[in-house]
C-alpha cells in the first residue's frame, strides 16, 4: 500500500516520503480500516511519538497521520462493536503507524459510525479538532454557561471549534488571532475579536477561562486575565505560567467513540462547521503537507476517488 512516512526529524515536512509497503494486519481488538480521507496536524514532527514509541524504541519512517474516515476492511480477535463495511471516523493511536496511508490498524473503541450523510473529507476532518475542544471545554475546562472563554487561535482548526463549541454551551467568546483571522473568527461565532498582533489581552479584563493553542507570552498573559477560580486550558505542552488563583490543566486529546457521536451529530445539524482549507490527493500529499504558503483550516488527504 501507499503510505506517507516521516525520514528526519529535523526536516519536518520536507522529511516527508510517499512509501510502498506492506498491508497492516490487526491485532486483538483491532480493526483494519480502507483509508478514504485522513487529517494531519502540522505540528506532528514535534511530538515524541511520531519519533519513538511506548517502548522508547525508534519510530524513523513511520506513517503520519492521526484522524480518519474509512470502511472497516479488516477484524482481529476479539473485535466487537463494528463490523466489515461498516464506514467510521476517528482518531488512531500516537506511537502506531497513522493514516496517511491507504490502509490502517487502530483499536476499535478508538473509532464510531461514520453518519451515512456525512462524506469521508468532512469526517476525517472532525475528531482532532473537535474532541479537543470538547474535551478541553466540557471536561477538563467545566465550561458553564454565562461564562467568558478567551479562544485562541480561534481562525484555526481547534480554536475554530472551540469557539464554536463554547458559543453553543453559553459563553461569551472572545476569539484570538492574527489581523487577518479576524472575519473567520467572528464567521466561526466569537462575540468579539482580539488582533494578538496590535491589542493588549489586558484590555479584555478578567475571564472564567482561556483555551491556549499558542504557549510562550501569549499563554503568559493569558494566565494574567484568569479571574479567580478559573481555568487556563492547554494543548501545546506542559503548563508553563499558571494563574495565581486559578486552575491549569494541559492535555493531550484521546478518542472517545460517545463523543465522536455528539461531534458528528453537530457536523450534520449545522452546529459546528468543519474548518477544511486544502483538499489533496495521496499523490500529490507530499506538496500539500508541505506548501509554500501558509494555509488555514486543515490539510486533508483522500485516498480513493
Ligand atoms: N494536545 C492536544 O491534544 C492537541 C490537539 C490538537 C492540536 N494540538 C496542538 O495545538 C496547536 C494548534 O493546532 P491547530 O490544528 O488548531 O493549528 P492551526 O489550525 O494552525 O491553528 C492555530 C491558529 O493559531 C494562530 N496562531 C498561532 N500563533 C499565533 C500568534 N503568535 N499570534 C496570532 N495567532 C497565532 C494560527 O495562525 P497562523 O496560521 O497564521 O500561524 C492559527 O490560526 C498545535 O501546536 C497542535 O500541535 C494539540
New binding site residues.
Given amino acids: 500500500m501507499k503510505a506517507i512516512i516521516a525520514t528526519d526529524h529535523t526536516a519536518e515536512a520536507a522529511g516527508l516520503t510517499l512509501a510502498e509497503l506492506p498491508e497492516p494486519e490487526p491485532a486483538i481488538n483491532d480493526v483494519v480500516v480502507e483509508v478514504h480521507a485522513s487529517g494531519f ?4 514532527w ?2 515524541p511519538s511520531t519519533w519513538v514509541d511506548r517502548a522508547g524504541h525508534d519510530r524513523t519512517s513511520a506513517v503520519i497521520g492521526h484522524e480518519f474516515a474509512g470502511v472497516v476492511s479488516g477484524l482481529g480477535y476479539g473485535t466487537t462493536g463494528l463490523s466489515l463495511g461498516q464506514r467510521v471516523f476517528g482518531i488512531t493511536d500516537w506511537h502506531r503507524d497513522g493514516t496517511l496511508a491507504e490502509y490502517t490498524a487502530v483499536e476499535s473503541r478508538n473509532l464510531a459510525p461514520l453518519p451515512g450523510d456525512m462524506d469521508f473529507v468532512a469526517g476525517a476532518s472532525l475528531p ?2 473537535g ?2 475542544a470538547w ?2 471545554l466540557l471536561q477538563h475546562g467545566h465550561l458553564r454557561s454565562g461564562q467568558t472563554v478567551i479562544a ?9 471549534a472551540v469557539t464554536q463549541l463554547a458559543r453553543e454551551f453559553g459563553a461569551y467568546v472572545i476569539g ?3 489581523a ?2 479576524r472575519q ?1 473568527a467572528l464567521d466561526f461565532g466569537a462575540n468579539e475579536f482580539l ?3 496590535s491589542d493588549d489581552l489586558k484590555d479584555v479584563g478578567q475571564v472564567d477561562l482561556v483555551f491556549d ?6 499563554q503568559a498573559q493569558s494566565a494574567d486575565v484568569i479571574r479567580a477560580g478559573g481555568t487556563l486550558v ?4 506542559p503548563t508553563e505560567h499558571r494563574p495565581e488563583n486559578g486552575r491549569t490543566i ?4 484521546e478518542s472517545d467513540r460517545a463523543q465522536l457521536a455528539e461531534i458528528a451529530q453537530r457536523a450534520r445539524d449545522g452546529r459546528l462547521r468543519t ?1 477544511i ?1 486544502t483538499v489533496s490527493t495521496l499523490d500529490d500529499a507530499l506538496a500539500a503537507l508541505n506548501p509554500t504558503q ?5 490539510t486533508i488527504i483522500t485516498m480513493r476517488s
Fill in positions: 496536524v502540522p505540528a506532528e514535534e511530538w482532532i479538532s474532541l479537543t474535551q478541553g485562541h487561535g480561534a481562525a484555526g482548526a481547534v480554536g475554530s484570538t488571532g492574527r487577518t483571522d473567520a488582533d494578538l498582533g493553542v499558542i504557549g510562550g507570552d501569549v492547554t494543548i501545546v505542552g494541559d492535555f493531550v486529546v474548518n482549507g501558509r494555509h488555514k483550516g486543515k
